[in-house]
């Protein structure tokens, strides 16, 4: 069963910027699309990217447009999210989702409900 483990959030200022990865076991995450997705306190957890199974295509929320970027290396097995000119409303636990390419599910890559495994999540804090 393939296990996704988050890693390189913590406590910035506003404008700096921060990188993301999900390491992959258990499985070769070239079978996977993956996505990141964030949940701030009292809020539901919402898309925030997602990366198709070869990397031809690249989701992104409104609000991170321009400034995050998902990218994968199948080589290390790893998801990485790149952000830059991080604000305060940034600021949420980040996790990393991946969806088989075997899954019989409709693919959206905004949907939570689209991926099967997540990781455990990453704090990401921004001050002003």
């Known amino acids: 069963q393939l296990q996704l483990v988050d890693s390189g959030g913590g406590s910035v200022q506003a404008g700096t910027s921060l990188r993301l990865s999900c390491a992959a076991s258990g499985g070769a995450i070239s079978d996977y699309a993956m996505g990141w997705f964030r949940q701030a306190p009292g809020k539901e957890r919402e898309f925030v990217a997602a990366i198709d199974w070869n990397a031809y295509n690249t989701w992104y929320a409104d609000s991170v447009q321009g400034r995050f970027t998902i990218s994968r290396d199948n080589a290390k097995n790893a998801v990485y999210l790149q952000m830059s000119s991080l604000n305060p409303e940034d600021t949420a636990i980040y996790y990393c989702?991946?969806?088989?390419?075997?899954?019989?599910?409709?693919?959206?890559?905004?949907?939570?409900?689209?991926?099967?495994?997540w990781g455990q999540g990453t704090q990401v804090t921004v001050s002003s």
């Open positions: 989702a991946a969806r088989g390419s075997s899954s019989s599910r409709i693919y959206n890559p905004r949907s939570k409900t689209t991926y099967d495994y």
